[in-house]
């Protein structure tokens, strides 16, 4: 057992490894603030039989850390939810460049947040304590250590791990982690920031992750055992290489044929070893070309983005719709407005809040012509949903000005490269073909990096080819004044400032002539929202007025709500919002709460009520609740000697507000509401 500790960002960190959960391989406490994770990595020492490096992360709220308790009717814990699962793949892209691919132990790490104090968040210590973990367990981690931190900024001044409430009040909330000098993972979602702000802060967090590297080597690592690679026989590669070279990007090849025509001349080898060789040295000639030539497999240049076509008001019952297609990478997004009904109540271990702007992403079989069934979303539907949610967050107006719940949905009907971003362009086409104020329109790009023998070669708009072969995908979504959402992961072991603000010039271009395609089909929000969806007026009342709206037991909102079928929400501060299909109908619930709410106003006809008649006037209500005194003299145009000759209990009049004195009360006059005849 062994226990570090630092100062960073003004609070305390520990880290002690091996304290608990010592049936792991590795386990890493880390404590920052109040907020506390276990970070625990288990191995299979057996190896698992898959044609793939088996790595699985798993992060886990407990609703105990905060002192709450899940929310719903089984109050336990259950499957990840989706801000768990985004959790889970911070860890995951940080972590997983820094292992040899041929690599075949299954490597399980599992991240549970065991309390948390509201101002820290967790996720970060997820990183940290993962990378711990592992530098103190016996699974071998000879490209570690890393780190995470967190960048926010407000003003002008650049904050290490911003608490939850500054996060809200910055220009940006950026992750990024990795080695000395390198970044293996980048997360972030920008207010509308240019690239400069954004290279200043990874810069800044580039000293922090230094120095948590640093202080990872006093960890004390246990005696590491032998991993299991996968071996592909050396004989069949020679034989691929004399023989088949040439013919090796043929699409119409037989692995079977060729397994048949090598095998007898062989001794040792596999089948599968002839698929393995044949794709690794199709991956060499691709990459050779685009370093040596600039020429990609498709043909492309470098920089140059393939064909775009956009199309709006695709679907004419949905309340906005929009197809985006480029290349053979097509994505269709339809935008629904609903009522503050529609919000969804978020329960995390942070607290609850509602949601009223949703993108949610969906990425059938068919997209890439698989003949499979159709399930839940993963955990890649789920991430590249929150990537293009976060990238039109920004654009989205208050509810103060655009009252509505939004929704888009993504459908991916193919796929071939950055479906994620395709998602951000149609679903910002939707968003203004549905009528909704949107600050600017939003466009989204994903670049390639390929790095051989010293030699680095950046490409606009990859594939899926190029995003297999590649050592990156970087993505960037943003409006014509700048970056909305950032994600970069890579395959190698980081790469450095320099090349990531070389690939932001580079996507900054790229992005600005998608969104010149996109604005030569809608460059603007639709002035009109589509008639199936609801209509919505908002109106503002004195919070004193909220209990004459709602009336004793509700019983005037629910009156206004049986009459005409609106939907009515109420806030504390006042703001009334009435949604209904009709306007008719929609104009009558407005009419219903203005006669409520409404405040008397000197020099306003009212039609009122007579409520009782004394020997000097008559007492009419003009509004629920408000009563004012005609006197006998502002009854006629005429000398009036008995007022019951001219008004009785129950008789409906005009009457006229002439003045209401410093107590409230409310002075009227009849004979001012009619003509003198």
Request: proline share 4%; charged share 30%.
């Amino acid at each position: 057992m062994k226990s570090i500790e630092c100062e960073l960002g003004g609070r305390k960190l520990t880290i002690e490894v091996n304290k608990l959960a010592k049936a792991a391989d590795g386990s890493a406490l880390v404590t920052y603030g109040d907020t506390v994770v276990l970070v625990t990595t288990t191995v299979n020492r057996e190896g698992s039989g898959c044609d793939y490096f088996p790595l699985v992360v798993d992060y886990r709220d407990k609703y105990y850390a905060a002192g709450r308790f899940p929310g719903g009717f089984i109050k336990r814990e259950g499957a990840p939810k989706p801000e768990e699962i985004l959790s889970a793949r911070l860890i995951d892209r940080s972590i997983r460049p820094l292992f040899d691919e041929d690599i075949r132990n299954e490597l399980y790490i599992y991240s549970t947040v065991l309390s948390i104090d509201n101002e820290n968040d967790p996720d970060i210590l997820g990183i940290l304590g993962a990378s711990s973990a592992l530098i103190s367990g016996s699974f071998p981690f000879d490209n570690g250590p890393i780190a995470g931190v967190r960048i926010g900024k407000i003003g002008t001044k650049l904050i290490l791990n911003p608490t939850f409430e500054e996060r809200k009040e910055g220009k940006f909330d950026i992750v990024i982690a990795g080695r000395k000098d390198k970044i293996t993972m980048i997360e972030a979602g920008c207010k509308i920031v240019s690239e400069d702000e954004i290279l200043e802060a990874i810069e800044f967090g580039k000293g922090y992750i230094n120095i948590l590297i640093d202080l990872q080597k006093e960890l004390k690592e246990k005696e590491k055992t032998a991993i299991i690679k996968e071996i592909h026989s050396e004989e069949v590669e020679k034989k691929i290489r004399e023989l088949y070279c040439e013919r090796i990007k043929d699409k119409a090849i037989d692995i079977d044929k060729i397994w048949d025509e090598i095998s007898p001349s062989l001794e040792n080898g596999t089948r599968k070893d002839v698929k393995y060789f044949f794709e690794k040295i199709e991956k060499e000639i691709i990459r050779k070309k685009m370093i040596d030539e600039g020429i990609r497999e498709d043909g492309r240049s470098l920089d140059e983005i393939r064909e775009i076509n956009c199309e709006v008001s695709v679907l004419k019952r949905t309340h906005g719709s929009a197809i985006f297609t480029r290349g053979k990478t097509q994505a269709m997004a339809i935008t629904t407005l609903g009522t503050t009904d529609d919000e969804q109540i978020i329960d995390e271990i942070e607290g609850k809040w509602f949601k009223k702007f949703m993108l949610h992403y969906n990425f059938p079989p068919y997209s890439t012509g698989e003949p499979k069934q159709m399930r839940a979303p993963g955990r890649r539907e789920i991430g590249h949903g929150a990537l293009a949610e976060k990238a039109l967050i920004p654009v989205i107006v208050n509810s103060n000005s655009f009252p509505y719940t939004i929704r888009i949905v993504s459908e991916i009907l193919e796929s071939n490269g950055s479906t994620s971003m395709a998602s951000v362009c149609s679903g910002s086409l939707s968003l203004m073909d549905a009528g909704v104020p949107i600050l600017d329109p939003v466009s989204g790009i994903a670049m390639g990096l390929i790095e051989e023998n010293g030699k680095i070669a950046i490409f606009s708009d990859i594939t899926g080819m190029e995003d297999h072969i590649g050592d990156m995908d970087f993505k960037t979504a943003g409006t014509k004044d700048g970056l909305t959402a950032i994600q970069m992961d890579v395959k190698i072991l980081g790469i450095d400032l320099e090349t990531i603000k070389e690939i932001f010039e580079k996507a900054k271009k790229g992005r600005l002539f998608i969104l010149d395609k996109m604005n030569s089909v809608l460059s603007k929000p639709s002035p009109k929202i589509s008639q199936y969806a609801p209509k919505v007026v908002v109106i503002n009342i004195r919070q004193d007025k909220i209990k004459d709206l709602i009336g004793p037991s509700g019983k005037n909102i629910k009156k206004i709500i049986e009459v005409t079928q609106a939907k009515i929400k109420v806030e504390d501060d006042g703001k009334v919002s009435i949604f209904h299909p009709e306007q008719e109908k929609l104009n009558e619930a407005l009419d219903m709460v203005r006669y409520l709410t409404e405040e008397v106003e000197v020099g306003k006809v009212y039609k009122g009520k007579v409520m009782r008649v004394v020997n000097f006037g008559a007492f009419v209500e003009i509004l629920p609740g408000q009563e004012g005194l005609v006197h006998i003299s502002e009854l006629e145009h005429y000398r009036v000697k008995e007022i019951k000759d001219v008004v009785k209990e129950g008789d409906e009049i005009s009457v006229k507000v002439i003045s209401i004195d410093n107590q409230g009360r409310i002075n009227l006059s009849k004979k001012q509401a009619i003509p003198n005849n």
